[in-house]
């Protein structure tokens, strides 16, 4: 028998017809477009949103209105008559040098490339901040100009500890080294993102709470204990010499801090409506508890309590406003209206220091309220994250991690604070002579009086 191979013949693929394979594929574009999680996995360049850009070019401009003209108001009607030009002034001058310091090296040491402490100078002078340079969905010139306002309202704030007697020269030297050895540290060590030190360690500070009030109430105390008592302190009077300047003023600081709060959200949503919230229910909360815990004591609410205890809960709620609901920023501006009327009366009295303006009984003791309950109240539901945030969602370790960052605050900043202080004693001094201080420092230092 004869066995026959049956060889395989390689056949012709049959034609393809171009047209049916493009209709094909573009069936198959459409049908993986379909599918949940479908799509390349590239991440999408950052593009600019014009909603959030209009937003934050208005928060901007009303954060730098919270230091002129409303902190200058505000302080500036606290003083007596013989100092009201000066404080005004200082918060005038500290807005311009404190723009330049950011502009040349400020922003790159809080923003830029470093270490766990501080960032470094790639952004020396703006470097790379082009016109059409983004941070997020917005220009990031826009991103450094309202950075830039919180850089020139922390140093402010801090003149009212030492009012009616620190030399304007020193004062401009203090605040110059001030900003860059001690408020760029802390902006970078809070807000620095991945490698920064207290935002690896998980500290909660949306809006400034540690990097502003903290920090300027810390450095104001120093800066009283170091200088001494205002002459006649306790003996004479240093009553306000016009309270209508001051209530104005806390109006313009009221309405600025919506900027402050919704404005840290960096966009025009749900985070900012909620921050503007949160930020109303506080402050008028604190006004109303400061009233009422200074009517109980002394028998007559004053305007300076309401309006000190407005600041107070804006203070407080600053670093919460991002994370909680408006439950808990009732509870925050109660307990902060009540802790800072104590702090700025009784304890302040029983201690003895000359805080003239009560910027640590309101921006430290408030802000480390704020800082704390922060870690009591923020919830899940607000932020929108997948784990619990505070102490009411199950997290009681977050209050820790908020205490730790307070600590890390009130350490650095007293320590360098201290140490620019008495550099600058050591040179040029710090204090006006005796007849300028009696005389006031309006016609003293600056040829200038009001009539």
């Known amino acids: 028998m004869q066995l026959t191979t049956v060889s395989a013949v390689a056949r012709p693929a049959p034609a393809v017809n171009q047209r049916q394979l493009g209709w094909l594929m573009l069936a198959l574009a459409a049908l993986l477009a379909l599918l949940p999680g479908a799509g390349f996995a590239a991440d999408e360049a950052p593009t600019l ?96 100009t309202f950075q830039m306002t919180f850089a020139i309202i922390t140093p402010a704030l801090i003149t009212g500890a030492f009012a009616d007697r620190m030399k304007f020269s020193a004062m401009l030297w203090f605040m110059g080294l001030w900003s860059i050895f001690v408020y760029a540290p802390v902006c970078h060590m809070v807000w620095g993102g991945e490698g920064a030190l207290m935002f690896d360690m998980g500290v909660l500070d949306f809006a400034g709470g540690t990097v502003v009030h903290i920090n300027a109430g810390v450095a104001g105390l120093v800066a009283c204990l170091v200088l001494g008592k205002r002459q006649g302190y306790g003996k004479v009077s240093h009553a306000p010499h016009n309270l209508t300047l001051s209530i104005i003023g806390a109006a313009l600081l009221w309405v600025g801090w919506f900027g402050f709060n919704a404005g840290s959200a960096l966009s025009a949503g749900t985070a900012a409506g909620m921050a503007m919230l949160v930020t109303q229910v506080a402050t008028a909360a604190a ?140 040179t040029i001094g710090l204090r006006v002579d005796e007849a300028t201080e009696r005389d006031g420092l309006d016609l003293n230092l600056h040829g200038e009086t009001v009539q």
């Not at 994250?385 to 908020?402: I, S, Y």
Request: charged share 10%; hydrophobic share 55%; with cysteine.
């Open 49 to 144: 949103n014009s909603g959030d850009t209009a937003w934050m070019l208005t928060a901007t401009a009303i954060v730098l209105m919270m230091t002129i003209p409303g902190l200058a108001l505000f302080y500036g009607g606290m003083v007596r008559k013989q100092n009201v030009l000066a404080i005004m002034m200082q918060s005038f001058a500290i807005t311009c040098l404190m723009t330049i310091i950011w502009m040349v090296v400020g922003y790159s040491l809080a923003f830029g490339s470093g270490n766990a402490f501080i960032g470094g100078f790639d952004k020396l002078f703006l470097s790379g901040v082009s016109s059409d340079a983004l941070s997020g969905t917005i220009p990031e010139s826009v991103f450094v």
């Open 287 to 426: 006004a109303l508890a400061w009233m009422f815990a200074e009517w109980l004591a002394r028998g007559k609410p004053s305007v300076l309590g309401i309006v000190s205890g407005a600041v107070a809960g804006l203070v407080a709620i600053t670093p919460a406003s991002g994370f909680v609901d408006p439950m808990g920023a009732l509870i925050i501006g109660i307990v902060a209206g009540v802790i800072c009327f104590v702090a700025s009366t009784s304890v302040k009295n029983a201690l003895g220091y000359d805080d003239s303006l009560d910027v640590w009984g309101v921006h430290g003791v408030g802000g480390i309220v704020g800082a704390i309950l922060t870690g009591v109240f923020a919830r899940q539901a607000v932020t929108g994250g997948d784990a619990p945030l505070g102490l009411l969602d199950g997290n009681a370790g977050q209050v820790l991690t908020q205490i730790y960052g307070v600590v890390i605050t009130i350490v650095f900043t007293a320590i360098v604070s201290l140490i620019i202080l008495k550099i600058i004693d050591w």
